[in-house]
């Protein structure tokens, strides 16, 4: 048994706001769906899952896209309740800045009526993953606010270079890192799956 395999203590991650980040494909969707997995198991109260993996069409799955947006799956426990709505991949398909940045207002926009629902019940843990689709286009503040509203957080979001530069990218990271100072814990996952 590899230390991917290992059994994750939950305990490491209740009552704290952990951040996941790192390049395309390193495992952070892995990482967090372990981390889900052991709450599912070993702890107490309502969790909801806030999925913002983009769905990437056909041209893109293979090749530049593989590896990107992969979403987490959710046991059929009552107390754990799973959001997740259509999510563009601005990068992969806008032709230009202009609609690139569209497509991220578009997403912002979707987000936060997720978060509306998912926050609307009573939960003490909150899962996001792809966290960095919605800081192309969304506040910052916003989302440590719902984060913070809730006694256990495991985020993950891409920090990286992979996806290339530009007003979108630079947006994206200064936001992450805004994002990384306010948490209780970084895990910071580099190189391959």
């Excluded at 259509?86 to 230009?96: N, V, Y």
């Excluded at 805004?178 to 799956?193: A, N, P, Q, W």
Aim: aromatic share 6%; net charge positive; hydrophobic share 40%.
């Amino acid at each position: 048994m590899n230390s991917r395999d290992a059994v994750i203590s939950i305990a490491r991650y209740l009552n704290r706001f952990t951040v996941i980040v790192g390049e395309v494909n390193t495992g952070k969707t892995t990482l967090t769906q372990r981390i889900l997995d052991s709450y599912c198991l070993r702890a107490e109260g309502h969790a909801a899952v806030v999925d913002l993996a983009p769905v990437i069409p056909p041209p893109y799955a293979k090749g530049y896209g593989s590896g990107i947006g992969g979403t987490l799956n959710v046991s059929q426990l009552d107390r754990v309740r799973y959001f997740h709505c259509p999510i563009h991949a601005p990068r992969l398909l806008g032709k230009s800045e202009q609609e690139m940045l569209a497509l991220a207002d578009q997403n912002a926009s979707r987000i936060e009526s997720l978060f509306e629902q998912a926050l609307a019940g009573e939960i003490t843990a909150l899962f996001i993953n792809d966290c960095s689709l919605y800081l192309h286009a969304g506040k910052v503040e916003k989302l440590i606010t719902w984060i913070r509203s809730v006694e256990t957080a495991v985020v993950n979001g891409y920090y990286g270079s992979t996806l290339g530069p530009g007003l979108l990218s630079a947006r994206e990271r200064k936001k992450m890192e805004h994002l990384m100072s306010c948490c209780d814990r970084v895990i910071h996952l580099e190189g391959g799956r």
